[in-house]
């Protein structure tokens, strides 16, 4: 508080007293002899009461304005709660009872695509276990999973690279932490995905996401954050991403919309991921290093668009998504869009 | 969502728990646009404010079956949302932050720096934005009390079960906050002369909340009426 037009008075303890805070204690009888028989007292009294008639019409003001939540907003918000429907609340998980046995239909986009995509279908008694396991051998293919399953499109990734099945059961697996099941660094999965040394991947998923599908992921891939943590071997330097090799490049070109191919290149890829780097003051709260854990050659909102889930350095994972001009000098990060998933 | 006969915030967090798939989604969409406006005044940014909403709702949704009763589900469920909004709040103070660069930021805050973002484009005038501004400069506990308080029109004794703390504690907030306020907008001055104290100067429509108001501590200044 300034205060300085009142000499002595602890505005303070009078606006406690004003505003009812002191009542029925010691403190309120002696602020009220004060503004009784001191003039400062009374004239700082007088003054925050004429202040907080105007106050509190400024505040009033404030609430006669609509705020109602935007439609935007609650699309994400509906499709967290969905996602989150297809998991049962946890007491009913740690009681040990599969979910279709409780009662809790699935629901949600997640559904949309195959069930065997769903980590909790399915879900051995080994579960207690399981987190741990899981992250041993990395979050990024288990957020992969996550992006995958979410909105239905595993099973189009899953059709349009030709291994179908086996990758959504390799997704349910890596989920209960079957650490076997989960694919080894440079293994080929669908869509032109890689599993990379460090645990990340790029994959050309076919995916139109969308701002909300961003953001549902989080409550999808929820152990994924400690995961990643826990993960240190793959934390970078800097905003460092997947190193492909010439290999996967191809399958890759061959699923990315031609818009992205460029950003294939390692180089150009770099490039990207240097530019979303040094763009990192531009997502709220972020602290770097930055760990890349998914890079999709996809679509948002339509448009070609290099999706890149990454954790910052105080395990808050985040997604970025850049257009195809990204990397470029003229250009930057190109960024679309960005937020925090968890 | 519902068909049928309306049930109560109660009755669908019971069916919630019981497995109902729909009842916890009928629940938020009953309440939202409460929350979220609590959300948005106490972090006065529409990122931050749509993540605290649904990391609250989310937790909401998983911890039903620990609530137990001994408030209002709509009061159980604006205390998580505020908490995830305090939580929010120290986080940013550890890490400043600045805004995102989505097209929607771009969109609605049409340049404006970190901080308070624009409400309803229709009541957007300049003493809005200004008090808007001033009210993110607040502590984060004394901002909570007032949004809810002095903005969503909560009772003090509400809002003490919604924070967690004493009504004294809620009232001191309150006019401490409304104090800082004051100071900030340039509303503390001395009192013209001859105004030896504070009559009802409350010509905001909006009645102090019940808590606030004296219950008369006696001595020389009965007949004032504390609106602070």
């Known amino acids: ?98 979910v279709p046995a409780r009662g809790v239909p699935p629901s949600g986009p997640a559904r949309g695509g195959k069930a065997s995509g769903r980590p909790a279908s399915g879900r051995p008694p080994r579960r207690r276990n399981a987190p741990r396991r899981w992250v041993r051998w990395g979050s990024a293919a288990a957020v992969a999973v996550a992006v995958l399953a979410l909105g239905g499109i595993g099973a189009n990734v899953l059709r349009g690279g030709g291994a179908g099945d086996n ?146 350095g105080r395990g808050v994972r985040r997604v970025a998504v850049a257009g195809p001009r990204c990397g470029e000098p003229s250009a930057g990060a190109d960024v679309k869009y960005a937020t925090q998933v968890g | 969502m519902g068909d049928g006969q309306e049930r109560t915030d109660s009755e669908l967090l019971h069916a919630h728990v019981g497995g109902d798939p729909d009842a916890f989604a009928e629940l938020v969409a009953r309440h939202r646009d409460r929350l979220w406006a609590v959300a948005l005044r106490t972090l006065g940014d529409r990122e931050e404010a749509a993540d605290a909403v649904q990391d609250a709702l989310l937790s909401a949704y998983r911890a039903a079956d620990r609530f137990r009763g001994d408030a209002a589900v709509t009061t159980w469920l604006h205390r998580i949302v505020v908490n995830a909004c305090l ?82 504690t809620v009232k001191s907030r309150c006019a401490r906050g409304r104090l800082r306020l004051a100071t900030l907008l340039g509303h503390l001055r001395p009192a013209p002369a001859g105004r030896a104290a504070p009559v009802n100067t409350d010509t905001s429509g909006n009645p102090a909340a019940p808590g606030d108001v004296p219950t008369g501590s006696g001595g020389g200044q009965s007949g004032q009426r504390r609106i602070l």
Not at chain 1, 177 to 201: E, V
Not at chain 2, 95 to 113: E, I, N, Q, Y
């Open chain 1, 167 to 312: 990758a959504a059961s390799t997704a349910g697996r890596g989920a209960e932490g079957d650490q076997s099941a989960a694919p080894a660094a440079g293994q080929a999965l669908p869509g032109g995905a890689q599993t990379l040394p460090g645990g990340a991947q790029a994959l050309a998923s076919g995916t139109d996401y969308r701002p909300e599908t961003l953001a549902g992921v989080v409550s999808f891939a929820g152990s994924g954050a400690t995961a990643t943590r826990a993960n240190e071997g793959t934390r970078q330097p800097d905003f460092t991403g997947p190193r492909k090799t010439a290999a996967d490049s191809s399958a890759l070109a061959s699923a990315a919309p031609a818009e992205l191919r460029r950003l294939i290149n390692p180089a150009d890829q770099q490039a990207c991921l240097d530019a979303l780097g040094a763009g990192s003051t531009l997502y709220a709260g972020y602290v770097g290093p930055a760990t890349v854990q998914v890079v999709d050659y996809a679509r948002f909102k339509g448009e070609p668009a290099l999706v890149v889930y990454f954790v910052d």
């Open chain 2, 87 to 168: 939580d929010r709040v120290r986080r940013r103070q550890a890490h400043p932050t600045v805004p995102l660069p989505d097209g929607s930021r771009d969109r609605d805050a049409g340049g404006r720096g970190a901080g308070i973002e624009p409400a309803s484009p229709e009541v957007d005038h300049d003493t809005v934005l200004v008090v808007r501004e001033a009210l993110g400069r607040l502590p984060a506990e004394q901002r909570a009390a007032l949004v809810l308080v002095d903005i969503q029109g909560y009772s003090v004794g509400e809002v003490a079960h919604i924070l967690g703390i004493a009504e004294g």
């Open chain 1, 1 to 98: 508080m300034t205060g300085n037009e009142f000499n002595g008075v602890d505005l303070d303890r009078l606006a406690d007293y004003v505003g009812g805070a002191l009542d029925g204690t010691p403190d309120a009888v002696e602020i009220e002899r004060l503004v009784a028989d001191d003039p400062d007292w009374r004239a700082a009294y007088a003054a925050l009461g004429l202040a907080a008639g105007q106050v509190r019409a400024d505040l009033a003001a404030l609430g006669a304005a609509s705020e109602p939540m935007p439609p935007d907003i609650a699309d994400r918000l509906d499709a967290a709660l969905r996602s989150a429907a297809g998991a049962p609340p946890p007491h009913r998980r740690r009681a040990g009872t599969p």
